[in-house]
């Protein structure tokens, strides 16, 4: 009787050498995401536009090439990503964290504040989209967003902020079956309130605090770790056929 041979690796994950762009790296989520990346073997580009964080962030790890950079500032992405192939030869994947989340009851609400948050949430990720697109080779590559909850729930207060995820969601459907073609998947993910610098103001008002969690099913906030499984997913081989998709990892938040 012959025995099957073990299998030594699955490659289902593995995502070791891969060249990986990450936007909003210097803090929050964006941070938690290199880290784990990093240590499961992929080589990064870090973008933030805060030059000192990023470096601290950067210098923590190994084989990193950094840039301080606005994500709406078309030129700037672009300059960043070529010299980003430069240094690496190529362009595997990209995760875009870039964030801001504006909070404000509609009839109260700056309009530039608006704005700012669509430029950001929106415009941003398309402009980092298709530039990063650009410089995928033939072999394609993948491109992940973060998305959220409120892409699809309807939130007091979040007109800025919701309509720019939903349209970021849309975004990523369009994107995701212009570049089928090219083997580029374009995907999101979508979090439950999760406990970062950019959520910790609001999150200290126990009004805030206690109203977000009510409408958790699992009655908790969600941890940057909690992200880690289906960002590796979507950059590695096992989402080979995952394309145009907003994965809620929310909790059940979703479901009420």
Same mark, same amino acid.
């Given at each position: 009787?012959?025995?099957?041979?073990?299998?030594?690796?699955?490659?289902?994950?593995?995502?070791?050498?891969?060249?990986?762009?990450?936007?909003?790296?210097?803090?929050?989520?964006?941070?938690?995401?290199?880290?784990?990346?990093?240590?499961?073997?992929?080589?990064?580009?870090?973008?933030?536009?805060?030059?000192?964080?990023?470096?601290?962030?950067?210098?923590?790890?190994?084989?990193?090439?950094?840039?301080?950079?606005?994500?709406?500032?078309?030129? +700037?992405?672009?300059? @960043? !990503?070529? %010299? $980003?192939?430069?240094?690496?030869?190529?362009? #595997?994947?990209?995760?875009?964290?870039? *964030?801001?989340?504006?909070?404000?009851?509609?009839?109260?609400?700056?309009?530039?504040?608006?704005?700012?948050?669509?430029?950001?949430?929106?415009?941003?990720?398309?402009?980092?989209?298709?530039?990063?697109?650009?410089?995928?080779?033939?072999?394609?590559?993948?491109?992940?967003?973060?998305?959220?909850?409120?892409?699809?729930?309807?939130?007091?207060?979040?007109?800025?902020?919701?309509?720019?995820?939903?349209?970021?969601?849309?975004?990523?459907?369009?994107?995701?079956?212009?570049?089928?073609?090219?083997?580029?998947?374009?995907? +999101?993910?979508?979090? @439950? !309130?999760? %406990? $970062?610098?950019?959520?910790?103001?609001?999150? #200290?008002?126990?009004?805030?605090?206690? *109203?977000?969690?009510?409408?958790?099913?699992?009655?908790?906030?969600?941890?940057?770790?909690?992200?880690?499984?289906?960002?590796?997913?979507?950059?590695?081989?096992?989402?080979?056929?995952?394309?145009?998709?907003?994965?809620?990892?929310?909790?059940?938040?979703?479901?009420?």
């Amino acid at each position: 009787m012959t025995s099957q041979p073990e299998e030594t690796v699955d490659n289902l994950f593995d995502i070791r050498d891969r060249v990986i762009v990450v936007t909003g790296a210097a803090r929050g989520l964006g941070q938690a995401i290199a880290n784990c990346l990093a240590r499961r073997g992929a080589r990064l580009a870090l973008y933030d536009r805060d030059a000192g964080e990023l470096a601290t962030t950067s210098g923590r790890l190994a084989d990193t090439f950094t840039r301080a950079v606005d994500i709406t500032d078309e030129a +700037a992405l672009a300059s @960043a !990503v070529a %010299e $980003t192939k430069t240094r690496f030869g190529r362009i #595997d994947g990209a995760v875009n964290a870039a *964030g801001v989340l504006t909070i404000g009851a509609a009839r109260e609400l700056d309009a530039a504040a608006f704005r700012r948050c669509i430029d950001v949430n929106l415009t941003g990720a398309f402009l980092f989209s298709r530039i990063v697109a650009g410089a995928m080779d033939e072999s394609g590559g993948r491109i992940v967003h973060l998305a959220s909850v409120s892409s699809r729930v309807a939130n007091l207060n979040y007109a800025a902020y919701a309509s720019s995820k939903a349209a970021l969601s849309q975004l990523v459907r369009v994107l995701a079956r212009e570049w089928a073609s090219r083997n580029i998947l374009v995907n +999101a993910i979508g979090p @439950a !309130v999760t %406990e $970062t610098a950019m959520t910790r103001e609001h999150l #200290d008002d126990p009004t805030y605090r206690d *109203g977000a969690l009510s409408v958790i099913p699992m009655a908790r906030f969600g941890t940057p770790e909690d992200l880690f499984g289906v960002v590796v997913l979507l950059l590695a081989p096992g989402g080979g056929f995952i394309t145009g998709q907003t994965i809620y990892v929310d909790g059940g938040r979703t479901l009420v």
